[in-house]
């Protein structure tokens, strides 16, 4: 049942993830004209933001473009193919094998999440403390 309110909620979060922070990045590079020039530089203030901003899109689009695709799609087809959820007793090698192969996705989309929180909170942050100012 939680399974299949992530199946339907997840797709829409991340998407709004992906525009959002895509969004923030192309203000904040349009608005701080020094990230262009040093963007090999992550210790410049303003570009250290816009890696913030970039790994919020990352985390977030490798959830939705690979990990999301790699965890549901065949573990839903095959629970459909057997007529068993995933966590019944008596489902098939490949149902217990794809159920392993989760387990390490779900840790790593976890990351890709917390990843994104961290440089959400590290961008909040910073305006909070600096504002929005180009340096």
Sequence with gaps: MFGNLQHKTFPIYFVVSIVL?????????????????????PFVADVAQAYALATV??????????????TSKRRHKLEKEEGKSYNEPGVSSEMKALNRRFGSLHGISSLANLGAVIALGF???WIGSFGLKAN
């Excluded at 922070?21 to 530089?41: A, D, F, M």
């Excluded at 990352?58 to 999301?68: E, S």
Aim: proline share 5%.
């Design 123 to 125: 961008h909040g942050l």
């Design 21 to 41: 922070s895509s969004s923030l990045l192309t203000t904040w590079t349009l608005s701080h004209p020094n990230v262009v020039e040093h963007i090999t530089r």
């Design 57 to 70: 899109f990352l985390g977030q689009g490798l959830n939705y473009f690979v990990i999301g695709p790699l």
